[in-house]
């Protein structure tokens, strides 16, 4: 059966924003599903004095969720503080989305960790500034989600 999509994740899907390649990024996330195959690869440019997210574009082979998810977190972490980027949860880009079907849940998760890995790899090649212990936590929290299923703390404030 075909996955429901909301209007916005068509939108998102057929126009994405941000999508492409950073030249001499500052930092890299390049994240899959070993489910589903599908990658994402973000990569960012980083402000070094004021660790601002300058620019930010994403590369999904994925389904229209990967892509919808991936063009939001985008546009959620433009300009925002690197730790202000890593309080963007999947839940706030599947608000954002208008919801996404249960099956889909996992798309948007897809996205929390492409960002969280681009930051934890700004910091991998800024060993003088020192890694915020959120970084590695989310990494640990979300590599740790089955990628089959609706991971438990997205079910547990699940969107209707
Ligand atoms: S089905 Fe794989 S990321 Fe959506």
């Known amino acids: 059966m075909t996955p429901m999509y909301t209007d916005k994740v068509l939108e998102h899907f057929k126009n994405p924003r941000n999508m492409g390649e950073i ?7 390049e994240v899959g599903n070993p489910v589903c195959g599908d990658v994402m690869r973000i990569t960012i440019k980083v402000d070094e004095e004021t660790e601002t997210i300058e620019d930010v574009k994403f590369k999904t ?4 969720a990967a892509i919808a998810s ?12 690197l730790r202000e980027a890593l309080e963007v949860s999947n839940k706030t880009v599947v608000e ?3 919801g996404l079907p249960p099956v ?10 492409g960002i969280a890995a681009a ?13 915020p212990p959120e970084v590695e936590d989310k990494l640990r929290r979300l590599e740790g989600t089955d ?4 991971p438990d703390y997205i079910e547990s404030e699940a969107l209707e």
């Open 96 to 98: 954002v989305l208008g």
């Open 23 to 29: 030249e001499a990024p500052d930092g890299v996330g």
């Open 61 to 64: 082979f994925g389904c229209g």
């Open 104 to 113: 889909k849940m996992h798309c948007s998760v897809l996205a929390e960790q």
């Open 119 to 131: 930051i934890k790899d700004y910091y991998d090649r800024h060993p003088q500034r020192e890694l």
């Open 70 to 81: 991936s063009s939001v977190v985008t546009e959620l972490i433009k300009g925002k503080p």
């Open 147 to 150: 990628p089959h299923a609706v």
